[in-house]
């Protein structure tokens, strides 16, 4: 057996509904590779890391489960919006982390540059602008 080692800066992990990993490069092309390849991503989780250094320009939601978001480096603000209540969750030290409930708008605040783990049930992700 071959055993590679890889960054999840620079592959992605995907759990197929068997919970089988697959690496996916974090191209132009992830998404619809993401549809096309995993029966349109339905019961399959992506494992990603982004580093971002200003806030979110949007807001996302995934009514398919919970997302997991786990800090790396930096310091994140997270803004979770549920049938009109509003919650701010700060993340300061590396390994705190925030669980969003599926259907929870939620956005992220930083002025620093911060690294993010996310576990994400990507089948429907929906996005609007702030």
Known sequence: MTRTTLNIAQAF??????KKASIEQPDAL???RLEDNYAGFQGCELISCFEFTQDWS???MHP???????????QAL????H????????LEQPGDFVIIPKH????ARTSVKTKLLFITPGKGTQHKPL
């Open 30 to 32: 992830l998404y619809q």
């Open 78 to 81: 997270f803004v979770l919006q």
């Open 64 to 74: 398919a489960g919970d997302e997991t978001v786990i800090l790396l480096s930096g």
């Open 104 to 107: 929870t708008w939620h956005s």
């Open 83 to 90: 049938e009109g209540t509003e919650q701010l969750l700060t």
């Open 13 to 18: 992990i995907v759990l197929n509904q068997q």
């Open 58 to 60: 949007s807001w996302e």
